[in-house]
């Protein structure tokens, strides 16, 4: 009966912790994530004459690449693929426009008269709209 009872006060202690790092783990992936689209949508601009991308799968450098095709390649088609959700485990990241939901990594040009000039990258982390991260090209 002791024995139970010293298991299940090491349980109550335990769960909740490990409940925080899953939490603090998908978000620290989140912000790996933020990162990869920084340095695809540098890549991007590098290629592109200095000239930011205005979506991240709709525009493209001379060479035919957009900040998609520049993210890791993970299936092995030679191509970047769409970056994981740690919370919904979909691959659904980078989106145009900011991050609001769970996991969401956002993509917004900045734009001076009709030239892409930067960007801004958000993250969103477990909660609804709360910002984690916010990436800027530094213009």
Avoid at 13 to 31: C, L
Avoid at 112 to 130: L, Q, R, S
């Amino acid at each position: 009966m002791i024995v139970v009872v010293i298991i299940g006060i090491l349980a109550a202690i335990a769960i909740p912790n490990f409940i925080s790092m899953q939490s603090r783990a998908k978000e620290a992936s989140v912000k790996s994530n933020g990162h990869t689209v920084q340095l695809a949508s540098e890549d991007f601009s590098v290629q592109n004459n200095g000239v930011y991308a205005g979506t991240v799968g709709g525009d493209f450098t001379p060479g035919g690449d957009s900040i998609v095709t520049l993210l890791p390649d993970t299936d092995g088609d030679g191509n970047g693929d769409l970056l994981e959700n740690p919370f919904t485990k979909l691959p659904e990241e980078p989106t145009d426009g900011l991050a609001g939901t769970p996991g969401d990594t956002g993509y917004v040009p900045i734009v001076v008269g009709n030239v892409n000039v930067g960007y801004t990258i958000t993250c969103c982390g477990k909660e609804v709209g709360v910002t984690i991260l916010t990436l800027t090209s530094g213009q």
